[in-house]
């Protein structure tokens, strides 16, 4: 809560001058100071229910690509940020050796296929003696010994006429092998995308482990938050998210939860969750962290007040809430030139009041403890703490302490140097 403390002393600093000159008495003495803090009127309602995730960004059909052999690079052609089509050409390995063990392959394979020829004539021409030999041994006109002895020559001619084909299957083999190794030698763009994180310079030896490029389609991206066991019994699929991203909290996105793993992770126990939205306008990039809020259900219907009007006192050790009971019945409040903003009034009672907490927003809190329209201390808290049981108050709108809780230390820092300036100048 730094920044309260910060807006607090930006608070006293506004109201010092003031005052001084109305808390001296008649007599010119001077009183204790009564602080001045700032208030809004408790609403009633239910509160969304939420759980604020931290998400990774992934493109649509994301892809990383990595060589399928290794080898120099010698030619790349695509940048990041270019668009490719499924199937274009990326990068080019030296292809020398490959091309020339294709080169042997092919002319081991006309070797097997002329061997093959070679034993399918001599078979044929063995065949064609068995067949005469036969005739002439069933006529009596040849010995029982010499057809034999030419049957079996066929065997062994058949035989090896199997060995050359079975090695001629073996060259065409070795030629689809050395073939598909010189295709390997291209890298090609497995999908159609925008290719990024490019890997790979001419004279680069990459092997199958290194990353050349990552490719996907940034039309539409992928958030994937990690659930635990006790989100998984309430986060279902289809539920409504709303993205924001720590370099744009102003833009707001939304989309739903579309998928939910069934399993776990042994290690972590938590299961993943995805989140499929649209990328039109480019706010998302992959690798970008974003908060992702999935909203459950709502709260049971209580008094909403904003986070930074819950306090925590010192003394009692209890959270609660400063609150003024009394204002409405004492106070008119009056409001400034522009007939909006209410000034300064009081002093008032003020009293500290234990609450039950229901739900917890990010910036607003469901509590039991104090009724709706109850006027609440927002701001300088820490001033009432040993400032006694009176205060001046301030009113402001809703929008206006929201805002302020979203706003960083810094900002606060400048507003104050602003403030310090106006007052040098008067």
Same mark, same amino acid.
């Given at each position: 809560?730094?920044?309260?403390?910060?807006?607090?002393?930006?608070?006293?600093?506004?109201?010092?001058?003031?005052?001084?000159?109305?808390?001296?008495?008649?007599?010119? #003495?001077?009183?204790?100071?009564?602080?001045?803090?700032?208030?809004?009127?408790?609403?009633?309602?239910?509160?969304?229910?939420? !759980?604020?995730?931290?998400?990774? %960004?992934?493109?649509?059909?994301?892809?990383?690509?990595?060589?399928?052999?290794?080898?120099?690079?010698?030619?790349? /052609?695509?940048?990041?940020? $270019?668009? *490719?089509? #499924?199937?274009? +050409?990326? @990068?080019?390995?030296?292809?020398? =050796?490959?091309? &020339?063990? /294709?080169?042997?392959?092919?002319?081991?394979? #006309? @070797?097997?296929?002329?061997?093959?020829?070679?034993?399918?004539?001599?078979?044929?021409?063995?065949?064609?003696?068995?067949?005469?030999?036969?005739?002439?041994?069933?006529?009596?006109?040849?010995?029982?010994?010499?057809?034999? =002895?030419?049957?079996?020559? *066929?065997?062994?001619?058949?035989?090896?006429?199997?060995?050359?084909?079975?090695?001629?299957?073996?060259?065409?083999?070795?030629? !689809? !092998?050395?073939?598909?190794?010189?295709?390997?030698? *291209?890298?090609?763009?497995?999908?159609?995308?925008?290719?990024g994180e490019r890997n790979a310079e001419i004279g680069q030896f990459v092997t199958t482990g290194t990353r050349v490029f990552t490719i996907g389609d940034l039309s539409s991206m992928k958030v994937e938050v990690s659930l635990t066991e006790g989100m998984l019994s309430r986060i279902r699929e289809g539920m409504r998210v709303?993205?924001?991203?720590?370099?744009?909290?102003?833009? %707001?996105?939304?989309?739903?939860?579309?998928?939910?793993?069934?399993?776990?992770?042994?290690?972590?126990?938590?299961?993943?969750? &995805?989140?499929?939205?649209?990328?039109?306008?480019?706010?998302?990039?992959?690798?970008?962290? %974003?908060?992702?809020?999935?909203?459950?259900?709502?709260?049971?219907?209580?008094?909403?007040?904003?986070?930074?009007?819950?306090?925590? +006192?010192?003394?009692?050790?209890?959270?609660?809430?400063?609150?003024?009971?009394?204002?409405?019945?004492?106070?008119?409040?009056?409001?400034?030139?522009?007939?909006?903003?209410?000034?300064?009034?009081?002093?008032?009672?003020? !009293?500290?009041?234990?609450?039950? @907490?229901?739900?917890?927003? #990010?910036?607003?809190?469901?509590?039991?403890?104090? &009724?709706?329209?109850? +006027? @609440?201390?927002?701001?300088?808290?820490?001033?009432?703490?040993?400032?006694?049981?009176?205060?001046?108050?301030?009113? *402001? =709108?809703?929008? +206006?302490?929201?805002?302020?809780?979203?706003?960083?230390?810094? $900002?606060?820092?400048?507003?104050?140097?602003?403030?310090?300036?106006?007052?040098?100048?008067?």
């Amino acid at each position: 809560m730094r920044y309260i403390a910060i807006y607090s002393l930006l608070l006293i600093t506004f109201v010092a001058c003031s005052s001084e000159n109305e808390d001296s008495n008649e007599n010119g #003495r001077r009183q204790a100071p009564v602080p001045t803090v700032e208030a809004v009127t408790a609403q009633f309602g239910s509160l969304p229910l939420e !759980e604020r995730l931290s998400g990774s %960004v992934k493109a649509k059909n994301q892809s990383e690509i990595f060589p399928e052999i290794g080898a120099p690079v010698m030619q790349v /052609l695509v940048n990041n940020g $270019d668009r *490719v089509t #499924r199937g274009q +050409h990326l @990068i080019r390995l030296r292809d020398i =050796e490959a091309a &020339e063990q /294709l080169n042997q392959a092919e002319a081991n394979l #006309r @070797i097997a296929n002329a061997q093959v020829e070679q034993a399918q004539a001599r078979l044929n021409q063995q065949e064609n003696q068995l067949r005469r030999i036969s005739q002439l041994a069933e006529r009596n006109l040849q010995s029982q010994a010499e057809l034999e =002895e030419l049957q079996a020559e *066929v065997m062994a001619a058949r035989a090896s006429y199997n060995l050359s084909v079975a090695q001629e299957a073996q060259a065409q083999s070795v030629v !689809e !092998e050395r073939r598909n190794t010189l295709n390997k030698m *291209v890298i090609k763009a497995p999908i159609s995308g925008i290719v990024g994180e490019r890997n790979a310079e001419i004279g680069q030896f990459v092997t199958t482990g290194t990353r050349v490029f990552t490719i996907g389609d940034l039309s539409s991206m992928k958030v994937e938050v990690s659930l635990t066991e006790g989100m998984l019994s309430r986060i279902r699929e289809g539920m409504r998210v709303q993205l924001t991203t720590p370099i744009q909290q102003d833009t %707001v996105m939304f989309a739903n939860v579309t998928r939910i793993s069934p399993f776990l992770n042994p290690v972590s126990h938590t299961a993943t969750a &995805e989140i499929e939205i649209n990328n039109d306008g480019g706010l998302l990039r992959p690798g970008m962290y %974003v908060s992702a809020d999935i909203f459950y259900g709502d709260s049971d219907q209580a008094t909403l007040v904003p986070n930074n009007a819950i306090y925590r +006192h010192p003394r009692e050790g209890f959270e609660g809430i400063f609150i003024t009971p009394s204002l409405n019945q004492e106070l008119n409040f009056a409001s400034d030139d522009d007939g909006q903003t209410p000034q300064i009034v009081g002093p008032t009672a003020v !009293e500290f009041r234990r609450i039950e @907490i229901v739900a917890r927003g #990010r910036e607003v809190t469901a509590v039991r403890g104090i &009724e709706p329209q109850t +006027h @609440i201390v927002t701001l300088g808290h820490n001033l009432l703490v040993d400032g006694g049981n009176m205060t001046r108050v301030k009113m *402001v =709108e809703w929008d +206006h302490i929201l805002n302020l809780q979203q706003m960083q230390s810094r $900002d606060l820092i400048k507003i104050i140097q602003q403030r310090n300036s106006q007052q040098t100048g008067l």
